[in-house]
């Protein structure tokens, strides 16, 4: 079987891609792998965080607390998941994300994966 090729990253996930690693490599049991192509970061079989892209633009893809779903989605860049039925997770615009508070997103996602 043919190895699937893996796609063309957009510049801006090349530029977040060491930033996200960096922030990530502190989970001793986090993996770094490709869902569809995008750079996906899962703590056992479950994915805590996607460099994705929608429509036509790079996003951050995290896990979100419920409770506080609502509020994050007002702060500019953040909206919902389009693959997300259950309402379990939000996207932000990568132009839109603050890289200094990014860091407390994602140990939350990364918490909330044990959960799921």
């Known amino acids: 079987m043919a190895e699937r090729a893996r796609r063309a990253l957009a510049d801006d996930v090349v530029e977040a891609l060491p930033k996200v690693r960096q922030l990530c490599q502190k989970f001793a049991d986090c993996e770094e792998t490709t869902s569809y192509g995008n750079p996906t970061f899962k703590r056992g079989r479950k994915n805590f965080l996607v460099l994705d892209r ?4 790079s996003c951050l893809w995290l896990l979100v607390d419920p409770v506080n779903r609502d509020d994050q989605l007002t702060v500019e860049g953040w909206f919902a998941s389009p693959y997300d039925p259950r ?10 994300l603050d890289w200094s508070s990014v860091g407390t997103l994602i140990d939350a996602s990364y918490a909330l994966s044990a959960g799921i």
Do not use: N, S
């Open 87 to 96: 309402e379990t997770a939000l996207c932000c615009d990568l132009a839109k």
């Open 54 to 57: 929608y429509k036509g633009r």
